[in-house]
């Protein structure tokens, strides 16, 4: 994979967060420098690229380990080539590969408000709901959140 690339792709998904949330300064001021971090992860079992042919790597996916769970961190698909499968390929070849590694579960955590990743990944399989992370916002104004989801007759904001 080119560096360069992954750093790239990885700035168009801290873009789509800053998008989603309308929060400019989200990732900081230089929305790829997270990429460097993450690379040096001691739990990150792999990263794998979607190559298209006439258009090059127009995606990313990682697995991070821990034991034998496993989590999709990042799946990122350039813009423009939304929509068309990509992340749902990547999604099956990673679960292959976790299958291949001995692992038992794999996990994914989308932010609540990317309706289109959560509709991605249930249709990929991921149908379990097998945990929630929940926040106390320490420092955001109270009109930065939405009205989000209900679960189990509790109304939350995301």
């Known amino acids: 994979m080119d560096h360069g690339v992954g750093r790239q792709l990885w700035g168009e998904l801290t873009e789509r967060h800053r998008e989603l949330y309308d929060d400019p300064g989200y990732g900081g001021a230089d929305p790829t420098a997270a990429f460097e971090e993450y690379l040096t992860r001691l739990d990150l079992s792999g990263v794998w690229v979607?190559?298209?042919?006439?258009?090059?790597?127009?995606?990313?996916?990682?697995?991070i380990a821990d034991g034998r769970r496993g989590a999709v961190e990042p799946i990122v698909v350039a813009d423009g080539h939304r929509g068309a499968g990509v992340a749902t390929t990547m999604l099956g070849f990673l679960a292959e590969e976790a299958r291949r590694r001995g692992l038992t579960s794999l996990t994914v955590s989308p932010e609540t408000r990317n309706v289109e990743a959560?509709?991605?990944?249930?249709?990929?399989?991921?149908?379990?709901?097998?945990s929630v992370e929940l926040t106390l916002d320490l420092g955001r104004k109270p009109t930065a959140w939405r009205d989000g989801p209900q679960l189990h007759a509790l109304d939350f904001r995301s």
């Not at 006439?54 to 990682?62: H, R, S």
């Open 118 to 130: 959560i509709g991605c990944l249930h249709a990929a399989g991921f149908t379990v709901l097998s």
């Open 50 to 63: 979607a190559d298209h042919p006439e258009a090059g790597v127009i995606g990313l996916v990682g697995l």
